[in-house]
């Protein structure tokens, strides 16, 4: 499962990327509005040159053609554009004008099987479920994931599940279970990936272990 990073923040998607693990990012609205008042064009382009895979960047229209023009306005901003568009019937509209002239689409905001039927229909790149969001209101936004990917899959359909509305580490594991191609985290799911207390332990304990007998000097490069 690839890792996205699910923020409009430069350092931690820099910090993302330093660690060689993420491979795009998503963006949204509020994950813009949460930098300030930024120029979104500028943004953008700066994501995209950070992050080598796909910077998903959504548009504000809510009817097709505004979609659409929007859309050919921002996969001019930069080669690694996938451009957003809810899971509604205008979204499908654009996205059918998109895909058509090779736009890559993630049908976001999609909370069923059957969104995510309509969006591998229309020629989506990605269709996102959202997951957390799902939980929030008592339903099992994890059963979604597996059900998309399965009808995927069953279908050999070439649209990706990226899991999305990740809350915690346990989402991400899930996910992976359930044979998410992606699934995007924030930034603080991603640092809490890494964390297990046995490696902490583990590290002291070599360290100690080899200070106890070799003394303090680690491997040192020959002068
Ligand atoms: C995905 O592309 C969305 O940006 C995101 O996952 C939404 O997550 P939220 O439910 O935490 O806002």
Avoid at 156 to 178: G, M, Y
Wanted: glycine share 6%; with cysteine; aromatic share 6%.
């Amino acid at each position: 499962m690839r890792l996205f990073l699910d923020t409009a923040n430069i350092e931690h998607i820099r910090h993302g990327v330093e660690l060689g693990v993420v491979s795009g990012v998503t963006t949204n609205p509020s994950l813009v509005s949460k930098e300030g008042k930024v120029d979104y064009k500028t943004l953008v382009k700066d994501i995209c040159c950070i992050v080598p895979g796909p910077v998903s960047t959504e548009v504000l229209s809510q009817e097709a053609a505004g979609m659409v023009a929007e859309a050919r306005e921002i996969v001019t901003w930069a080669e690694n554009i996938a451009v957003k568009v809810p899971c509604t019937l205008e979204g499908l509209k654009a996205t059918a004008v998109l895909v058509r002239e090779h736009v890559k689409v993630n049908m976001t905001l999609c909370f069923s099987l059957n969104q995510a039927i309509l969006a591998a229909e229309a020629g989506a790149t990605f269709v996102s479920p959202f997951v957390g969001r799902l939980d929030d209101i008592g339903e099992d936004g994890m059963q979604l994931v597996v059900d998309i990917t399965r009808y995927l899959s069953y279908y050999k359909l070439p649209t990706q599940v990226i899991a999305a509305s990740i809350r915690h580490p346990a989402h991400c594991l899930s996910a992976a279970n359930a044979g998410a191609h992606i699934a995007t985290v924030p930034y603080k799911v991603l640092l809490q990936m890494v964390e297990h207390p046995l490696t902490d332990i583990g590290v002291r304990r070599f360290a100690d272990d080899w200070n106890k007998v070799m003394g303090t000097a680690g491997i040192v490069p020959p002068k």
